[in-house]
């Protein structure tokens, strides 16, 4: 399908992860289309080790599996965005130009499960606790730095901090930077707001 377009060009094709993470070291492409469920290597184990070799390519998920877990896995490993498989053609290859653009692209039914995950109150009574990463992603924010230079501290993409960002202001109850900031000075979180 992407060879009966002008301005797409494969460079390769692979049955596993495995085989996808050596085909991108060799063949260095702007985009991947990654499945998550195969044979020999699962597609976020890949985008995982694509992200810890500092790969160019920008993956998109493109897949039949629409559970939140394989969502975030994804989406956290590093993906620029998650596509169904019956995507229709024309929304197939603008998502392929937009995440090699560098656009987050998330399919309609995905964004809706993905906006549900994050507005659903935390189960325990306190609120939830932030994972170290969220931690040091929110004394970061404490500190005045952009989601780019965050994503450069930490070695992950700017859409995984956008995701911790997300899960912060939904465990803290927050809207922006600011309140999630506020809050976690309140909470002890970050310490003294002198410090």
């Given at each position: 399908?992407?060879?009966?377009?002008?301005?797409?060009?494969?460079?390769?094709?692979a049955?596993?992860?495995?085989?996808?993470?050596?085909?991108?070291?060799?063949?260095?492409?702007?985009?991947?289309?990654?499945?998550?469920?195969?044979?020999?290597?699962?597609?976020?184990?890949?985008?995982?080790?694509?992200?810890?070799?500092?790969?160019?390519?920008?993956?998109?998920?493109?897949?039949?599996?629409?559970?939140?877990?394989?969502?975030?896995?994804?989406?956290?490993?590093g993906?620029?965005?998650?596509?169904?498989?019956?995507?229709?053609?024309?929304?197939?290859?603008?998502?392929?130009?937009?995440?090699?653009?560098?656009?987050?692209?998330?399919?309609?039914?995905?964004?809706?499960?993905?906006?549900?995950?994050?507005?659903t109150?935390?189960?325990?009574?306190g609120?939830?606790?932030?994972?170290?990463?969220?931690?040091?992603?929110?004394?970061?924010?404490?500190?005045?730095?952009?989601?780019?230079?965050?994503?450069?501290?930490?070695?992950?993409s700017?859409?995984?901090?956008?995701?911790?960002?997300?899960?912060?202001?939904?465990?803290?109850?927050?809207?922006?930077?600011?309140?999630?900031?506020?809050?976690?000075?309140?909470?002890?979180?970050?310490?003294?707001?002198?410090?």
């Amino acid at each position: 399908m992407f060879e009966s377009v002008v301005d797409f060009t494969v460079l390769g094709e692979a049955a596993n992860g495995v085989e996808a993470v050596d085909l991108v070291a060799r063949l260095d492409p702007d985009v991947v289309l990654m499945d998550l469920r195969m044979p020999g290597g699962g597609g976020v184990e890949a985008i995982k080790e694509l992200s810890r070799r500092g790969a160019r390519a920008k993956v998109l998920v493109l897949t039949t599996y629409d559970t939140d877990s394989d969502t975030l896995s994804a989406i956290e490993a590093g993906a620029t965005g998650y596509l169904l498989k019956d995507a229709p053609r024309d929304e197939l290859f603008t998502a392929v130009r937009a995440a090699a653009e560098g656009r987050t692209v998330l399919s309609p039914a995905i964004a809706s499960r993905l906006v549900s995950v994050v507005r659903t109150p935390p189960q325990s009574q306190g609120g939830e606790t932030l994972s170290s990463r969220e931690r040091e992603v929110l004394a970061l924010v404490a500190k005045g730095t952009s989601n780019r230079e965050i994503a450069r501290v930490l070695f992950i993409s700017e859409a995984t901090v956008k995701t911790h960002l997300t899960h912060i202001y939904a465990k803290l109850g927050a809207s922006d930077r600011a309140a999630a900031v506020a809050v976690a000075y309140d909470r002890g979180i970050l310490g003294s707001a002198g410090e």
